[in-house]
T-cell receptor
């Protein structure tokens, strides 16, 4: 099956800093999504982005499908950004998502 | 609008005992998913329902796991008998069903944390 690698595995930032999270995948995908799981376990969809660039407030994401990677940018980080960020991919829209192991982000004051 | 509701939030059982988890999706959502999340890993799909029909259950260990979604609304996931390795968080999600396949935005519940002793 498709392999998903996320880096870095852990990241500690001071409030206000910017960060870039990376997701590499082993095969062509037609479905790529980013999720945030907060420290209490609630999982929220951030972006559906199989290609191109999207922005939502302080978050933006870019997927370069031909090179098999996606980036999630967090600007002016806040403590509420803490948690685990997952990238999930699928080769087709009718295929289940395969989640990566995540990047654990801690934002400190 | 209420989100996805799951119960119980926590469950501790002895191995070989049965256990059941309940999920109430967002009102009007036709698609319902059950995921398993082991510590330090991403969620893994167990089963997906479109209304009452299980359209993807290839990852469900059918020797001990079963699921149902009567009337196409609430769903129950059961494990019988539970094993030590079943300790994990069980997540339920729902989506409107208007999107294309798995591209539909999934809304997750808070999960049930199962501990098997």
């Amino acid at each position: 099956g498709i392999q998903v690698e996320q880096s870095p595995p852990d990241l500690i930032l001071q409030e206000g800093a910017n960060s870039t999270l990376r997701c590499n995948f082993s095969d062509s995908v037609n479905n790529l999504q980013w999720f945030h799981q907060n420290p209490w376990g609630q999982l929220i969809n951030l972006f559906y982005i199989p290609s191109g660039t999207k922005q939502n407030g302080r978050l933006s994401a870019t997927t370069v499908a031909t090179e098999r990677y996606s980036l999630l940018y967090i600007s002016s980080s806040q403590t509420t950004d803490s948690g685990v960020y997952f990238c999930a991919v699928a080769p087709g829209t009718a295929s289940k998502l395969t989640f990566g192991t995540g990047t654990r982000l801690q934002v400190t004051l | 609008e209420a989100g996805v509701v799951q119960s119980p939030r926590y469950k501790i059982i002895e191995k070989k005992q049965p256990v059941a988890f309940w999920c109430n999706p967002i009102s009007g959502h036709n698609t319902l998913y059950w995921y398993l999340q082991n510590l330090g890993q991403g969620p893994e799909l167990l089963i997906r329902y479109e209304n009452e029909e299980a359209v993807d259950d290839s990852q469900l260990p059918k020797d001990r796991f079963s699921a149902e979604r009567l009337k196409g609304v609430d769903s129950t996931l059961k494990i019988q008998p539970a094993e030590l390795g079943d300790s994990a968080v069980y997540l339920c999600a729902s989506s409107s069903g208007r999107g294309l396949g798995y591209t539909d935005t999934q809304y997750f519940g808070p999960g049930t944390r199962l501990t098997v002793l």
